[in-house]
């Protein structure tokens, strides 16, 4: 399988404190994509690092990538009661045409 | 809402009946896809869609028939399914295959009794 792969499956923080997700992939990647899902909702995108970079920022996300591991880490600072949703990475590969491999997500409760 | 929208958001049927889940998007994007996305497994890329032409078809049994009319709305045909079918589907669309990001639909959440 090439999928991207989340751990810890749950994770359950303080209001304010940091959380930070780990995922692994199996293959070589153009860019690895990282989303949240709130209960039942579709997906929305968070942030996208490529492959030649090594770590990239928004607002209180910031993401690494270590592509020689195959692992990315996604790190959420004084996290909110709001940020409480599952957490997905996409590992993007190409092949005949560029797709994207889910994982099965971190269910993150931010605790107030 | 993100552009895309799905209809109906929960949909319960008999194993017998027959449906179809909706999905419209007006970004001007080129492809589409339909996800399934089941309890504490990944999400399932079931089909892909470009310039409203399948690209790809996951091994998906033949009781899920997407049609694609135009690159606006894609259309995911349900007949004589089985109650592990029951799962939330997921429509995404990206401007095209090479693309950086989807923008999800909010799902259709279906029951399979």
């Known amino acids: 399988s090439q999928q991207g792969e989340e751990d810890p499956q749950a994770l359950s923080i303080q209001e304010g404190e940091n959380a930070t997700m780990n995922c692994s992939y199996k293959t070589s990647i153009n860019n690895l994509q990282w989303y949240r899902q709130n209960s039942g909702r579709g997906l929305v995108h968070l942030i996208l690092i490529r492959s030649n970079e090594r770590e990239k920022h928004s607002g209180r996300l910031r993401v690494t990538l270590d592509t020689s591991k195959k692992s990315s880490s996604l790190l959420i600072t004084a996290s909110r009661a709001a940020d409480t949703a599952s957490y997905f990475c996409a590992a993007a590969g190409a092949w005949v045409y560029q797709k994207f491999y889910f994982g099965s997500g971190t269910k993150l409760n931010v605790k107030p | 809402e993100t552009g895309v929208t799905q209809t109906p958001r929960h949909l319960v049927m008999g194993m017998t009946n027959k449906k179809s889940l909706k999905c419209e998007q007006h970004l001007g994007h080129n492809a589409m896809y339909w996800y399934k996305q089941s309890a504490k497994k990944p999400l399932e890329l079931m089909f892909v869609?470009?310039?409203?032409?399948?690209?790809e078809n996951n091994s998906v049994p033949s009781r899920f028939s997407p049609e694609c009319p135009n690159s606006s709305h894609l259309f995911l045909h349900l007949h004589t399914l089985q109650p592990e079918d029951s799962a939330l589907y997921l429509c995404?669309?990206?401007?095209?295959?090479?693309?950086?990001?989807?923008?999800f639909g909010s799902g259709t959440r279906l029951t399979v009794v």
């Open positions: 995404a669309s990206s401007q095209d295959l090479d693309l950086w990001s989807y923008t």
């Open positions: 869609y470009s310039l409203e032409e399948r690209v």
